[in-house]
């Protein structure tokens, strides 16, 4: 399967907890994006990376919250101190100079 | 600011009826257009994109920038097109809709 993966595809914790997702984008792709998606939302931009760099993080993203992308290929996100308000769905999506993004199934959160 | 709006959260229309989801922006530079869908327990994918002006599965959206809209458009509904259709703008960033549920009844 040549498609974005991500794991794991789904994740229980208690509050206070720090968790870590992986995205492993479409090989070539140099693009590389991580959104939260809430019941009844659209997906909604965290951060964007183009090769290793991050270029892009939103006002939202507070500082609980991580990500890298070490050799520009896959990407870990991490959460400290987990909160009940961080259950989600986290997408990654990845896409070659931002056009159409291939998204992966994404790991659904709950925090308990 | 860059902002997405769908007026509709559930759309149902009978098979074989026309259909329209709503989308309008705003945003102060040029934008590039997105309608995204997904299916049930499949990952979200790319419908179609205001610049390619082609027409996927019978849908075809039109870049209207004096209304500053988007609306999906498709003369026949069917039955597999069921699904969650999210419309997205890129400007700096990519940002998407809350999402429409389309609902095709037979």
């Known amino acids: 399967d040549t498609g974005v993966s991500q794991d794991p595809r789904h994740k229980i914790t208690k509050r206070g907890q720090n968790v870590t997702f992986r995205c492993d984008p479409i090989?070539?792709?140099?693009?590389l994006y991580w959104y939260r998606q809430t019941l009844g939302q659209g997906p909604e931009f965290l951060t964007y990376?183009?090769?290793?760099?991050?270029?892009?993080k939103s006002r939202l993203l507070s500082d609980r919250f991580s990500a890298e992308r070490p050799k520009g290929s896959f990407s870990t996100l991490e959460i400290q101190r987990t909160e009940q308000g961080d259950s989600a769905m986290y997408l990654c999506?990845?896409?070659?100079?931002?056009?159409?993004?291939?998204f992966g199934p994404g790991t659904r959160l709950t925090v308990l | 600011a860059q902002r997405v709006t769908q007026p509709e959260k559930l759309l149902s229309v009978f098979k074989g009826a026309p259909v329209e989801l709503k989308c309008n922006y705003s945003?102060?530079?040029?934008?590039?257009l997105f309608w995204y869908v997904q299916y049930s327990r499949q990952r979200l994918q790319l419908l179609l994109r205001?610049?390619s002006r082609e027409s996927i599965k019978g849908f075809t959206a039109d870049l209207n920038k004096g209304e500053t809209s988007f609306h999906l458009k498709k003369p026949f509904a069917q039955e597999e097109d069921s699904a969650m259709y999210y419309c997205?703008?890129?400007?700096?960033?990519?940002?998407f809709g809350p999402g429409t549920r389309l609902s095709v009844l037979p």
């Open positions: 999506a990845s896409t070659n100079f931002g056009h159409e993004q291939f």
């Open positions: 090989s070539e792709h140099n693009r």
């Open positions: 990376f183009q090769n290793e760099a991050q270029l892009e």
């Open positions: 945003y102060s530079g040029s934008p590039e």
């Open positions: 205001h610049i």
């Open positions: 997205a703008l890129k400007g700096q960033n990519f940002v």
